[in-house]
């Protein structure tokens, strides 16, 4: 049996009942068990020794938890978030240690009374599920949150559904989402973190069964849910997905420290963990490829158009776009080190050595490897002649065997294994190194074991291994109709599968390598598909309500964000999923036959149009009619709206 806890008032004033406030959702118990304070005198007290959990900055609202596992959500006044601050005065702040009776803030009641509000203030268990009765104490006044309340409120049945939609149905759109899905994911109880990413709500959840689907997807505002990725997954939309988020977690303050990532990573498979690790390294990188692609496809086009440029311009501008690849490694190098732990400087450093200048480039030493070949020369007999002067690798000598030495210009995986190396091996030398000569000793021998370690391990095994599976893949690419047609058609299945982060090395690989990304253009096809089969769904569906959240959930498929479509109406309705596919492999077909390549990645459809500006533009265009309209074709006539 759960014990019975006593808690001092953290403020000063007449306690009252929580069910007895204006506000349904305190009141209803949704946030936890306690009471409230009316009449507050202008003051927050620590009622136990503990620690600041979560400080709103707008001052409004105090997340404690005691020192033996009390969590206290202390929320001054009703709405009085709107307040901004003002009339607020915090004494402390997040993550500070407590003591009973320590000042936490001063506030004016007056001020909140001047602004419309009232002073009210509820002080409630949020983990009261842990705890018996839970008693409240404050100058001979105590009130009594009994254990006994929640078996009954259980035994009387769920609460009806039209009433708690009553009771949000006043409130602005973003307050009146998160309220709702709180609710429906079965309480504050149950929800163990929270973030949002471009378009979803991510919730990990203590119990799956206790989430009512159907009633979320009913939820005006709300374009779908699923689970991926060990998250439940809530489809709000981009924009307005940063406002539920944020009015979500002031339902339960502690879900302000995020963890959602680190906990859906427990739970993944392995094939997930490394797509979800390769994602956290490479999309910071993305940005800046995006950049420099788009800027190589105006380039093109406008060179195409027959103007003619300056030498010294024209080289201008192959710095704006050349760089980023030139220097790949050390950007890998860095978001690795950022991701594994490391210091980031170290591994831009360490980066930039494996592409040092003195080293023969990997591009002109790959280049002249046919030419020695044919001669019957081995390289190290070529490094001795002066016309094979930078382009042949430069022999280091240890004694008992020569490695090759050369610069791993455009690489990936070279540079992504060695920052992974670095910083567990940074963070090794950190547990013995003593902190009077860390800041000298570690970096020096990070760097240093590190760079051999490359150079005449990692560097030469990686690199092969990066030739052999993304030239295989690079290969598979650009057999005729084939490679487009299996990739089109099975793209968006796998992004169900939250693996596709694994294909961003593979284009950052292509776009280092041959300075166009052939997969760009298919995965475009497969994404536009997904948005004509939804579409084709909205025109077909008879209810007015749903034609317009299924047309809201088709329009980002435009934009090449396909998650409202397929989670919200395509894979639900399944056929119109599968017809997607088909459209995806058609489209992939012809763009493979077309051997049509981006010279950038990350963007598709609408946006990608400028990735294909350098004379391929109508191509682009006609492989995303085909795609799409095979999609939709296909919805629209085999797929029955009442299915």
């Not at 997807?217 to 944020?246: H, L, M, R, S």
């Not at 591994?347 to 050595?353: A, D």
Request: aromatic share 8%; net charge negative.
């Amino acid at each position: 049996m759960a014990k019975d806890i006593r808690i001092s008032s953290p403020l000063n004033g007449k306690l009252v009942p929580l069910n007895s406030i204006n506000d349904p959702v305190f009141a209803s118990g949704a946030m936890g068990r306690g009471v409230a304070v009316q009449d507050p005198k202008g003051q927050v007290f620590s009622p136990f020794d503990g620690e600041i959990t979560v400080f709103f900055p707008t001052g409004h609202a105090i997340g404690l938890k005691s020192d033996d596992g009390i969590e206290l959500l202390i929320h001054v006044g009703m709405d009085t978030v709107k307040m901004n601050g003002e009339g607020f005065t915090p004494k402390a702040e997040a993550g500070d240690k407590i003591k009973r009776g320590q000042l936490l803030l001063e506030f004016s009641p007056e001020a909140i009374k001047k602004a419309g509000y009232e002073t009210t203030t509820p002080v409630v268990v949020t983990n009261h599920a842990d705890f018996g009765d839970i008693t409240v104490e404050l100058d001979g006044q105590e009130v009594t949150a009994k254990a006994a309340a929640e078996e009954e409120a259980a035994s009387a049945g769920p609460v009806d559904d039209d009433d708690v939609i009553k009771q949000f149905a006043g409130l602005p759109d973003a307050e009146r989402v998160a309220k709702s899905i709180m609710h429906y994911v079965g309480g504050p109880d149950n929800v163990r973190t929270a973030e949002h990413c471009a378009t979803r709500l991510r919730l990990i959840v203590n119990d799956k069964s206790k989430i009512q689907e159907k009633k979320i997807e009913n939820i005006e505002g709300v374009k779908g849910q699923f689970f991926a990725a060990q998250q439940y997954q809530i489809i709000c939309g981009t924009g307005f997905v940063d406002k539920v988020t944020e009015e979500f977690i002031k339902l339960k303050p502690a879900l302000a420290g995020g963890g959602g990532k680190e906990a859906a990573y427990a739970e993944m498979s392995l094939m997930q963990k490394i797509s979800r690790t390769l994602g956290d390294v490479f999309v910071p990188i993305i940005p800046v490829l995006v950049a420099t692609g788009l800027f190589m496809g105006c380039r093109g086009a406008i060179l195409s158009m027959g103007s003619e440029w300056d030498p010294n311009f024209l080289l201008m501008t192959q710095v704006l776009t050349d760089t980023a690849f030139a220097f790949l490694p050390a950007l890998v190098c860095w978001s690795t080190m950022n991701k594994f732990g490391g210091t980031a400087v170290i591994g831009i450093v360490l980066g930039l050595m494996l592409v040092f200048p003195g080293l023969p480039n990997a591009y002109v030493v790959g280049g002249s490897a046919a030419e020695i070949a044919e001669k019957g020369l081995t390289w190290v007999e070529a490094s001795a002649l002066p016309e094979y002067a930078g382009k042949t690798p430069i022999p280091l000598d240890l004694g008992f065997v020569t490695i090759p030495l050369v610069g791993y210009q455009g690489s990936v995986l070279p540079a992504l294994v060695l920052g992974i190396f670095a910083a567990k091996f940074q963070q090794f030398l950190k547990t013995f190194i003593p902190d009077m000569i860390d800041l000298i000793v570690t970096p020096f021998l990070t760097l240093t074991v590190s760079m051999a370690l490359g150079f005449l391990v990692v560097g030469p095994i990686m690199h092969g291994l990066e030739s052999i599976v993304f030239g295989a893949v690079q290969n598979f690419l650009t057999i005729p109709v084939v490679g487009g047609l299996i990739i089109g058609g099975l793209q968006q299945v796998i992004v169900i599968f939250g693996v596709h982060h694994v294909f961003s090395a593979l284009e950052i690989y292509l776009l280092s390598t041959q300075g166009s990304d052939p997969f760009n253009a298919i995965i475009t096809c497969a994404t536009i598909a997904q948005g004509g089969a939804a579409l084709a769904v909205s025109l077909k569906t008879q209810d007015p309500r749903k034609r317009a959240l299924y047309i809201s959930s088709t329009v980002p498929a435009f934009l090449g964000i396909t998650e409202p479509a397929i989670f919200g109406i395509n894979l639900r309705l399944m056929k119109p999923f599968m017809f997607g596919c088909v459209g995806g492999a058609a489209g992939g077909a012809v763009s493979s036959f077309l051997g049509l390549a981006g010279t950038g990645m990350g963007i598709t459809v609408l946006p990608g149009m400028l990735l294909y500006m350098n004379g391929q533009i109508l191509q682009y265009i006609i492989v995303n009619i085909i795609a799409f309209a095979v999609g939709f074709a296909l919805t629209y006539t085999l797929f029955k709206h009442d299915e």
